[in-house]
């Protein structure tokens, strides 16, 4: 009788369970995220605030409607507030409104509209705007890996030391990072203020066995193993420099066309480190001082590509010091140097088929000089090549 009653209670309890699902089971169906435009939006205005119901998950999208037309998608990865800039003014009585999608999620309903007040304030921009004219993210950190020669260069460039005892390759292998942020204006903004900096570690070819059996990493291609290549350049390296500076955009050249131009100009100052000695710029018993930053510093003007397939590609003309190649005896530095710099950067693929790859790694071409118009120091020009990768994509894996 006893094991009667417990049988009724299990199967009772059973059934039970099985209609009623626990409540920790029914909290696990997320709520669709919503977005929503923050405020009254002011004619002239050429940006819009939208607001997360919760914070995006990576690959999130936002995309806005004026006037019930859809404009194109923003990227929302893990922000929860967002900033949009848009191509030219709102205006009075215009209709906004803003939905989000997290893929493969589809888009969720539309935000709520909100109808554009009136401004006797200046537009913050013209019609049209030049968003379409510059592509670059308000962030833009990436990484690259590459050769440098320096057949044109004194051996003090790359460390390569006495090149007259032995070691007569001026290859090096070179790695580094660089980041480039946008403080001031938006894509829309003809005049923009940018801050950038850059680390350059080079390993001397001479210095590398790629006879061994156990051949170092750099030996193969520069895809072929990125991170271990990394490191070995960085524990490695017979010479590093590092620098900073600030851009100033000034004025957009050809907007609207497929390569939209910035002129830019811009200050930056650095170092240049050698792990070793090596033969001196100006006199054959000169000898580079080891571990010693030398200064290398310029001013100068430019021209910089914002779209793609080509943006990044540059050339640039300054005036400064370098005092690896130019101090005078009594130990003062001269602003004396003629520095040219210019790069084509383009997706792989580009521009030798039709291919544009979105994302991945880019390829560069870079030319590098530095001369003395007086002659009474070297001269020097450098031929970089290699892959830049975008460090954001790493957050897409």
């Not at 290859?171 to 946008?182: E, H, W």
Request: proline fraction near 7%; charge should be negative; aromatic fraction near 8%.
């Amino acid at each position: 009788m006893t094991c009667s009653k417990c049988v009724i209670r299990v199967v009772v309890v059973s059934v039970v369970c099985a209609v009623c699902p626990p409540a920790a089971s029914r909290a696990q169906q997320p709520a669709a995220m919503t977005a929503s435009i923050d405020g009254t939006p002011a004619a002239g205005q050429c940006s819009l605030v939208v607001t997360l119901s919760q914070a995006a998950p990576v690959g999130a999208v936002i995309q806005l409607a004026i006037n019930k037309n859809p404009l194109p998608i923003q990227n929302a990865d893990r922000l929860q507030r967002v900033t949009l800039t848009l191509k030219g003014p709102l205006e009075e009585g215009d209709e906004v409104r803003a939905r989000v999608a997290a893929p493969p999620e589809p888009y969720g309903e539309w935000g709520p509209s909100i109808l554009v007040a009136g401004s006797a304030n200046a537009p913050q921009c013209q019609a049209g705007g030049t968003i379409d004219d510059d592509e670059r993210q308000s962030f833009e950190p990436s990484a690259y890996l590459g050769y440098a020669f320096d057949n044109f260069a004194p051996a003090s460039v790359g460390g390569y030391g006495n090149t007259q005892g032995g070691g007569t390759s001026r290859k090096r292998f070179v790695g580094g990072v660089d980041f480039d942020f946008r403080a001031v204006g938006t894509p829309a903004s003809r005049q923009q203020l940018w801050f950038f900096g850059e680390t350059l570690h080079g390993v001397r070819s001479a210095d590398v066995n790629c006879a061994a059996p156990d051949k170092p990493p750099v030996c193969g291609t520069l895809l072929q193993n990125p991170e271990k290549q990394t490191l070995f350049i960085l524990e490695h390296a017979s010479s590093m420099e590092a620098f900073i500076g600030t851009r100033w955009d000034v004025l957009t050249l050809q907007s609207g066309t497929p390569f939209p131009t910035k002129l830019y100009v811009t200050a930056q100052i650095g170092v240049m480190m050698l792990d070793g000695q090596a033969a001196g710029s100006r006199t054959a018993a000169q000898v580079v001082d080891v571990h010693h930053a030398y200064s290398s510093h310029h001013v100068g003007v430019g021209f910089l590509a914002t779209k793609d397939p080509y943006a990044g590609s540059h050339i640039e003309i300054g005036w400064g010091r370098t005092d690896l190649f130019n101090t005078d005896p009594d130990g003062r530095a001269r602003w004396n140097r003629l520095k040219v710099n210019g790069m084509l950067s383009f997706p792989i693929g580009v521009p030798f088929t039709s291919m544009t790859l979105k994302s991945g790694p880019r390829a560069f071409v870079q030319l590098v000089s530095d001369f003395d118009p007086s002659h009474k120091t070297s001269d020097s020009v450098q031929t970089f090549v290699g892959l830049d990768f975008d460090v954001r994509d790493v957050f897409k894996w």
